[in-house]
């Protein structure tokens, strides 16, 4: 089985710092992504990576950014966290081009609080 | 752009009833859909999967969808929920043609199943 894994379950940050989100997958999957997940508001897509030292917007990429400096890991930085980006973000990888069929494997989520 | 509606927030349902989940999705030609399950303090987990072929695909846990071109709709099903089934459901639908041939997939806000004893 494909397996996510993000470095922390729960994160206490206060305002201002910058905070870095871990996500590596053992599948050598092309595709990641991060979402943020809210009541009431699913999931909504951050940022996603098809390759290496690439990276594409998502629907809500501001404050954010993302580093891919090798193929199984996809950071999501904070650059100065705020309030409201208390949340909980969800990476998740699959394979390339028909094999997205297989659909998304997804880590357990990182529930970020900021103070 | 495609939307997902799940049109029921939250589904209360006892023990060993039968539950359905419902998903609209606005209208295209060729999309690929999919449920996932969000058990409480986890990420999502893929429960079943339809692409083509038979419009009823099964999948984990004794759950089942109907595929439903001409209403638009993927309703996920069990005939006789657990305790254990408690957590969230979400639709999602991959529209390559939406989505410029990414393939990203459009989500659902998400139903709360929650089965009570």
């Known amino acids: 089985d494909v397996k996510v894994t993000q470095s922390s379950r729960y994160l206490v940050k206060r305002t201002g710092e910058k905070v870095f989100l871990e996500c590596v997958q053992d599948m050598d999957h092309e595709n990641m992504f991060w979402y943020r997940q809210d009541p009431g508001l699913g999931l909504r897509l951050i940022y996603f990576?098809?390759?290496?030292?690439?990276?594409e917007k998502g629907d809500i990429p501001e404050g954010y950014s993302v580093s891919r400096e090798k193929k199984e890991r996809f950071s999501l930085i904070l650059e100065s966290a705020s309030t409201n980006q208390t949340s909980m973000y969800l990476c998740a990888s699959r394979g390339p081009g028909q094999r997205a069929n297989y659909g998304y494997t997804f880590g357990s989520g990182t529930r970020l609080t900021v103070v | 752009a495609q939307s997902v509606t799940q049109l029921d927030s939250q589904v209360p349902v006892f023990e060993e009833a039968p539950v359905e989940l419902r998903c609209n999705y606005s209208?295209?030609?060729?999309?690929?859909l999919f449920w996932y399950v969000q058990y409480p303090n986890q990420g999502l987990q893929l429960l079943l999967k339809y692409l083509s072929g038979s419009t009823l695909v099964k999948g984990i846990n004794g759950f089942e969808a109907e595929f439903n071109k001409s209403q638009t709709s993927f309703h996920l099903r069990k005939p006789s929920v657990h305790i254990s089934d408690t957590a969230e459901y979400f639709c999602a639908v991959s529209d390559p043609a939406a989505s410029g041939g990414s393939y990203i997939p459009t989500f659902g806000r998400g139903t709360s199943l929650i089965v009570h004893p």
């Open positions: 209208s295209s030609v060729s999309v690929y």
């Open positions: 990576s098809y390759d290496v030292k690439m990276k």
